[in-house]
């Protein structure tokens, strides 16, 4: 049998080696980890993005279409709850409370709607072509409102686009 006899400064070295590799290995996993999470970040930035600009589109070609200027802003921000990325599509200025809509993406492919028009109303969808599929009809009341709204002088118009 081979016995090997370690002196205190292999021990030592090979202690040292251990701990320098540990932390190494540690660094790596935070950087994998916070690499993964700006991806994903960035990815659920450009989907409230692209459903954010269809919505805003598609509301000033409803507001359009009755030929009346209503106040349409899309604001790209970060949701008040857990600070993910959302988008928030105000319409109309109406004297109390708000009227829009606020989106949240999720990391699994949902959506989290939030729909304001005197009450909130709060919907989720199974990913982006459903939300996609839907912005009409959510729109639609929305839009028709503070079109009626400006109509009646109780709600200035929105800006000349």
Known sequence: MNVVMSTPEDRIRKAVEAARQLKADADAKVQAEQSAREALLKHLWQRAETLGQKARVRALQMADAGRIRVHILLERRR?????EPAFLLNIGRPAKGQRGIRAVPQADGQWHVHVFNGDTETQQFANDATFDKKIDEILE??????????AKGEEPPGEIR
């Open 79 to 83: 949701d008040r709850e857990d600070m």
């Open 141 to 150: 009341p929305l839009v028709t409102d503070a079109a009626v709204a400006v």
